[in-house]
């Protein structure tokens, strides 16, 4: 049964969140942003470089232009100047960059748990293909912590090693790939010291010589050390002359109290602006153009109601079980790890109200406001289920139970389907349907829109009784293979009245030859330059929780003993009688060629 922990390791100590630096502090509006101009009008205070780099602007951290200036002392080009700003370069091993680089803030990343599966599977690729391209600011360093003792050598060893990204097959891979690890550097310490990160703090400080320094911290660890984690480094490694954000993995609780918890403990040490909480869907390049499809094309916002859309299905499943992550699987389930966050955060998207402006707080305001408009899920609106041990073709693929790290009596559901209804004008009664699952005959994601039958359709017996066969469904395939498609009804050419189906098709990677970035880069480059709008805030949190909840306690409660299904397979029938109770078939089980 789930294990209870507890966030703060005393719940009574007062810490102030002024421990971090905050925010708005005004030295902290100027770092040098690397991203390409949106829609906003920069103010030029880029001052010339020996090597330009070709992305640098300079932007405020909340993604709007400067339009103030530091108190601190800034250079003629206005670029604030810290004292070694103009100094020549010290040790070889100190910092090894030449003296054109070293302009501008720095930036230290520690990454936490760098001997970790997410820090080697993603964070330090997402951080090499963002140094790769040039998205970085000139000044970066990245330090590896976790208790694992290693030199600088052997991160860099461990990070070379593991490192496959898109950008493995590029043009000068392997030099760049050298310059890049000279900027890692690691430090050992324990999560709940104060003292080792003090000691981390006198390496940053080392490499940061003096600069004006920003910090970042991500804190790839299990969730019962985030607290201790940003105790420490709140207290001991902030930056005390630029900003401090700490990016934050899920799993934020496990139900509304944990939430509330961990996000009380967190605010202990640092403010609301500080907390980067990442739910790597929002990174999926898929995701992100869910609102330009909807906002920026005339043809789909109108139809974009109850009027018109019969049912909106979130689907995700996987082709493989818990392997290796059981321990951490068990104890949250596949409602958590996946509805509550990834399809909750796609769904919220899709439902909220146009946002005043494409402003983080606008986005997010929105988004709090459809959560909050959901009637919280109940036991009839759920199917679960779990896998079980299967044999195909002469191989046998395991039970979820046969991982050693899972208790052979676990009632934790692998799969699950859910039906969630947005009690507001636009959405009355259309059923909102998640399914999400491991050990399923396929990998896949998509957002898939139902729309409503024709009325009074001239064309009705050209489909026989099967209406559902005619109606028109747009697909989002978020992975793999991206593409954004339509099904319309046509006419098979000929002299005959012969209809057919067809696709008009957006297909990624026939559309466009550049290969699309790791939702991780996106989220850590939006970091580094302080945009929020892809990062959960606090109060989006509770009303995913808040729905969420009262669910999971009465099936833990209650030991609901989800339904087997074959490793393999489609998942268990409940989730057709489900979607069979709200007039609706599971759009992705249409054998479709997509
Ligand atoms: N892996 C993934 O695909 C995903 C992971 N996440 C989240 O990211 C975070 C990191 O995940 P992942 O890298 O898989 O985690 P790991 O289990 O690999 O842990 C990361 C590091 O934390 C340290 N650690 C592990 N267990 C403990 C413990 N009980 N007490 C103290 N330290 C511990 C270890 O470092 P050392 O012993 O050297 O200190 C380990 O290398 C988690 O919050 C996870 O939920 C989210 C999405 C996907
Ligand atoms: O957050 C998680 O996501 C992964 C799936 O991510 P994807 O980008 O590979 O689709 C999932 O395997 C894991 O269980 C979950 O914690």
């Not at 934790?412 to 259309?430: M, Q």
């Not at 030859?513 to 945009?531: F, M, Q």
């Amino acid at each position: 049964m789930a294990t209870q922990f507890s966030y703060c390791s005393s719940s009574s100590t007062t810490f102030t969140p002024s421990s971090f630096k905050n925010e708005t502090h005004l030295f902290s509006r100027f770092h040098i942003l690397p991203r390409k101009s949106h829609s906003c009008t920069w103010i030029s205070l880029i001052r010339p470089r020996i090597r330009p780099r070709k992305h640098f602007q300079l932007k405020s951290s909340n993604g709007h232009p400067l339009n103030a200036v530091s108190l601190q002392d800034v250079g003629t080009s206005g670029v604030p100047l810290a004292k070694n700003d103009m100094e020549p370069q010290g040790k070889e091993e100190s910092l090894p960059f030449s003296q054109s680089e070293n302009l501008g803030p720095q930036l230290s990343i520690t990454v936490v748990g760098a001997s970790g599966d997410l820090a080697k599977k993603k964070i330090f690729p997402a951080l090499f293909a963002l140094y790769y391209e040039d998205w970085l600011p000139e000044n970066f360093i990245v330090f590896g912590y976790a208790r694992t003792k290693m030199t600088d050598e052997e991160l860099r060893n461990m990070i070379s090693r593991t490192l496959t990204c898109r950008i493995d097959q590029r043009e000068n891979c392997e030099e760049k790939m050298d310059r890049f690890l000279k900027r890692c550097f690691y430090h050992s310490g324990q999560y709940n010291s104060e003292e080792h990160f003090a000691e981390l703090n006198r390496k940053l400080q080392e490499k940061e010589a003096g600069k004006l320094s920003n910090r970042l911290f991500y804190l790839s660890i299990p969730p019962n050390i985030f607290v201790d984690v940003v105790k420490c480094a709140s207290l001991r490694a902030s930056s005390t002359s630029g900003w401090t954000r700490v990016i934050v993995e899920k799993p934020f609780g496990r139900d509304s109290e944990s939430s509330g918890e961990l996000t009380r403990c967190l605010k202990l040490y640092l403010t609301e602006d500080q907390i980067f909480r990442i739910d790597h869907y929002l990174g999926k390049e898929l995701v992100e153009n869910l609102s330009v499809l909807r906002f920026s094309n005339l043809v789909f916002e109108p139809l974009w109601s109850r009027n018109f859309i019969r049912s909106v299905q979130l689907i995700f499943s996987e082709d493989f079980g818990t392997e290796g992550r059981g321990g951490y699987f068990d104890n949250y389930g596949i409602i958590r790890d996946i509805m509550q966050n990834h399809l909750l955060q796609i769904l919220a998207l899709f439902a909220m109200e146009t946002p005043v402006s494409l402003d983080a707080e606008d986005i997010r305001n929105e988004k709090v406001k459809v959560l909050r408009s959901m009637r919280p899920l109940q036991l009839d609106d759920v199917a679960v289920g779990q896998y079980k041990g299967h044999s195909k073709g002469g191989k046998s693929y395991p039970a979820y139970i046969d991982d050693p790290t899972v208790p052979n009596n676990s009632l934790t559901p692998t799969f699950a389907a859910a039906a969630l209804f947005i009690n507001n004008a636009r959405w009355d009664g259309v059923p909102f349907l998640m399914k999400a699952g491991k050990a399923l005959h396929t990998k896949r994601a998509e957002i898939r829109v139902q729309f409503r039958h024709v009325p009074g359709n001239l064309y009705k017996r050209n489909f026989g009784t099967d209406l559902d066969k005619a109606t028109n469904e747009l697909v989002l395939r978020v992975q793999p293979d991206e593409a954004i498609y339509l099904k319309i009804n046509n006419k098979v050419p000929g002299l005959g009245m012969r209809l057919d189906r067809s696709d008009l098709n957006l297909l990624y990677r026939a559309r466009y030859s550049r290969e699309i970035p790791d939702a991780y880069e996106r989220l850590l480059l939006d970091a580094v330059e302080g945009e929020r709008r892809l990062f959960i805030r606090s109060d989006e949190l509770d009303a995913a929780w808040a729905l969420f909840t009262p669910l999971l306690k009465e099936l833990e409660q209650k030991k609901i003993v989800p339904e087997l299904y074959p490793y393999g397979s489609r998942g268990p029938v409940g989730a057709h009688y489900l979607a069979a109770k709200h007039n609706v078939r599971w759009g992705d089980l249409s054998g479709e060629a997509s």
